[in-house]
């Protein structure tokens, strides 16, 4: 997985059909999707439940790209080799999920993944300078985590704007997720994100069977994200 700050659109398949998951998976990347995000909820740290590690296990032989694993759950260590064992590519755990962020990162890459640390909508930004040099994501919340079809929380633009500027020339990834849409990519873009998760808004209209409209959902956000930061440059 070489390092690259081009727009990447990250399709989170907790929108896809549950009882297809295989041909979802296949049909994104198909389609563009340049990661497969795989939200983790255990109805304690958000109010929803949805995969274990045997089923990013089952998602694991369908994904040819990257599969970006969520987890938003708490506690998170007892669990990062379960899910790094089954497959996940990157492991990303909240900062409020425990008392020891520093610690989770390190058991992440300790497990063979890459580490990721994520942001609620109220935490700030500094929340996670200190452990900048642990990760390879930083992933903003753009709504609260637990549901997916949320409205995107405007005043985010700034915290990401801000973490851009922290991560300087690191080779980190500043990931968005929440309301990301044609309309909202510009906004998080030219702010200085370069993975762009979105559910909604890649899977409507569209179905395993037709799949075009996934690839023009995608197409769309990209273009949004790419023209918005050209015209930045």
Request: hydrophobic share 45%.
């Amino acid at each position: 997985m070489s390092f690259s700050r081009q727009i990447k659109i990250a399709p989170s398949i907790l929108s896809a059909d549950f009882a297809d998951f295989g041909r979802e998976i296949r049909a994104i990347e198909d389609q563009g999707a340049d990661w497969v995000h795989v939200d983790v909820m255990d109805g304690h740290f958000v109010p929803n439940l949805t995969f274990g590690p045997p089923a990013v296990k089952a998602f694991r032989p369908h994904v040819k790209t990257v599969m970006d694993v969520h987890l938003m759950i708490a506690p998170v260590d007892p669990y990062i080799e379960a899910f790094a064992e089954a497959g996940a590519d990157i492991i990303t755990a909240h900062v409020e999920a425990g008392p020891h962020i520093h610690r989770t990162l390190q058991a992440i890459r300790a497990a063979g993944a890459r580490p990721g640390v994520a942001l609620n909508p109220g935490t700030p930004a500094e929340a996670v300078e200190h452990v900048l040099d642990l990760v390879d994501l930083v992933l903003v919340m753009t709504v609260n985590p637990g549901f997916g079809g949320q409205k995107f929380i405007a005043s985010q633009i700034e915290k990401i704007r801000r973490l851009r500027t922290m991560i300087g020339d690191r080779e980190i990834h500043l990931e968005v997720d929440g309301g990301v849409t044609p309309e909202t990519a510009p906004l998080v873009a030219r702010a200085g994100a370069d993975a762009l998760v979105a559910g909604s808004a890649v899977f409507k209209g569209g179905t395993a069977d037709n799949p075009a409209p996934y690839g023009e959902n995608i197409r769309a956000i990209r273009n949004a994200a790419e023209t918005a930061t050209a015209r930045a440059a």
